[in-house]
């Protein structure tokens, strides 16, 4: 069992900055990759960023050269996001892939003001 434990979030203005944490514990053997999703409302999830645990990144295109994923350490993934817009405002959750299963965080809201 994996457990996913989200931090941040919040309300920003349009052109700032938020930081995402996400705190993976359990069974942390075998994780192939960790990262972020994100679903606004009527839209479907998509991804935000993930990181292999090679260290591969993978970034959403709506987000390239504002947000920043890495894995601070063993069970620790961060979500850098600059450059707010109000487009980016969803219910962001973390994920882990491991042995062929995904795990979710719970969700945390972020919201960007115009």
């Known amino acids: 069992q994996v457990r996913l434990v989200e931090s941040g979030g919040g309300l920003v203005q349009a052109g700032g900055s938020l930081r995402l944490s996400c705190a993976v514990s359990?069974?942390?053997?075998?994780?192939?990759?960790m990262g972020w999703y994100r679903q606004a409302p009527g839209k479907q999830r998509e991804l935000v960023a993930a990181?292999?645990?090679?260290?591969?990144r993978n970034l959403g295109d709506s987000v390239k050269g504002r947000f920043t994923i890495s894995r601070d350490n063993i069970v620790t993934v961060s979500l850098q996001m600059n450059s707010l817009k109000p487009e980016d405002t969803a219910v962001y959750y973390c994920?882990?892939?491991?042995?062929?299963?995904?795990?979710w965080g719970q969700g945390t809201q972020v919201t960007v003001s115009s």
């Open positions: 359990g069974s942390i053997i075998g994780i192939n990759a």
């Open positions: 990181i292999t645990s090679g260290g591969r």
């Open positions: 994920n882990v892939k491991r042995s062929g299963y995904d795990y």
